[in-house]
């Protein structure tokens, strides 16, 4: 297995499950000037990360690979106790963080930058931090009795973790979300959390 990532993005929560999971893998960090090359586009075409190569097959879609390795993996327990509603509960944060909060960062991101007017643009940026305080509202409160989103260390929790990054850095409000703040301590002292960072160069 080999995983395409680029530092601190979606990928690397990918990077954080290979790590946890202890199976053999190689890894290449590309950036976002290399994703744009016809040698990374032949691997994916959408020119985005991650990527995963299994001999001469590719998987693309964070939440796609995710799911992937834990099929693959059954024994590392990161989807649940085996239970229906267990496996849903993970695929519940999984979508949540996926296709709720992951999209909300496009405007801190420079989606809107197009819009050209400075005053238009600080409005989309006021609002994706509005939307993302709600989201990280609703994760607070998952945790308030759990040591993981889902109850159990899931796949669903490095995506978390790495979204909590990104609001870090964008100035979301965070303020009085101390379940989430637990969370984020718990997931930075992990020693796979620790080795796929510091692999991608972010310690």
Request: aromatic share 10%; with cysteine.
């Amino acid at each position: 297995m080999k995983l395409y990532t680029s530092p601190g993005a979606c990928s690397t929560a990918d990077h954080i499950v290979l790590q946890w999971i202890g199976a053999p893998y190689e890894f290449q960090v590309v950036t976002r000037e290399q994703r744009a090359t016809p040698e990374y586009r032949a691997i994916n075409p959408s020119g985005a990360v991650p990527a995963l190569q299994v001999g001469d097959w590719v998987l693309t879609q964070n939440s796609a690979i995710l799911h992937y390795l834990t099929d693959r993996f059954p024994e590392a327990d990161l989807c649940g106790d085996g239970s229906p509603e267990s496996r849903a509960e993970v695929n519940r944060w999984l979508a949540c963080v996926n296709a709720d909060v992951h999209p909300a960062f496009k405007p801190l991101f420079g989606a809107t930058a197009y819009l050209e007017d400075p005053a238009m643009v600080d409005k989309s940026h006021a609002n994706a931090r509005k939307q993302l305080r709600g989201l990280f509202e609703s994760a607070n409160a998952q945790l308030a009795d759990k040591d993981w989103i889902a109850g159990s260390r899931s796949i669903a929790d490095p995506y978390w973790f790495i979204t909590l990054q990104w609001a870090k850095k964008t100035g979301v409000d965070l303020s009085g979300l101390d379940n989430l703040a637990r969370f984020d301590a718990r997931m930075a002292a992990d020693p796979g959390v620790q080795a796929a960072l510091q692999a991608e160069g972010l310690l």
